[in-house]
Nanobody
């Protein structure tokens, strides 16, 4: 099992930046894949970015060039650097990990004002 706790969300103006963190309760070295999803009001949860234990990265087209996913294995933490934020990035952002099953954090709200 692994518990995931997100932090770093908040309110920011369009064009601004935020950095989300996801702290895992145990070593992430053996976690197959970790990533970020988001869910806006009245919309389905969607993939934002994922990173495998081997370093393979995948981004949603809507965030390519603006968001960067990274991980610090020593700190058991996953990050999402979000730059050039847009109002359409407003959502609850969830940390996700897959290792034999799916694990989710509780989510952190990101609100981008125009």
């Amino acid at each position: 099992q692994v518990q995931l706790v997100e932090s770093g969300g908040g309110l920011v103006q369009a064009g601004g930046s935020l950095r989300l963190s996801c702290a895992a309760s145990r070593s992430i070295l053996s976690i197959v894949t970790m990533g970020w999803f988001r869910q806006a009001p009245d919309k389905q949860r969607e993939l934002v970015a994922t990173m495998s234990s081997g370093g393979r990265i995948n981004y949603a087209d809507s965030v390519k060039g603006r968001f960067t996913i990274s991980r610090d294995n020593a700190r058991n933490t996953l990050f999402l650097q979000m730059n050039s934020l847009k109002p359409e990035d407003t959502a609850v952002y969830y940390c996700w990990a897959y290792t034999a099953m799916d694990y989710w954090g509780q989510g952190t709200q990101v609100t981008v004002s125009s």
